[in-house]
């Protein structure tokens, strides 16, 4: 099983929650942005937790974890 974290770039605003909260998984660009916007990183089941808590975070609803 594998998890995925996601970042809509059309939705994503750069108000930057994400990547405060879950700071071991997500660092932001030098423009404010969650750098993996517009893309998605493989998460470990140790991220899952920190995964989470970037998804609610996002007042936009651009950050999903999915699992495949």
């Known amino acids: 099983m594998t998890r995925r974290l ?12 994400c990547y405060t909260l879950a700071h071991d998984l997500l660092e932001c660009d030098d423009e ?5 916007r517009g893309s998605s990183i493989e998460i470990s089941d140790d991220e899952v937790a920190s995964a989470e808590t970037a998804v609610r975070a996002c007042p936009e609803d651009a950050i999903t974890l999915t699992t495949d």
Not at 6 to 17: F, I
Not at 32 to 36: D, H, L, N, P, R
């Open 6 to 17: 996601a970042v809509d770039g059309r939705l994503c605003s750069g108000q930057g929650r």
């Open 32 to 36: 404010g942005f969650v750098t993996i």
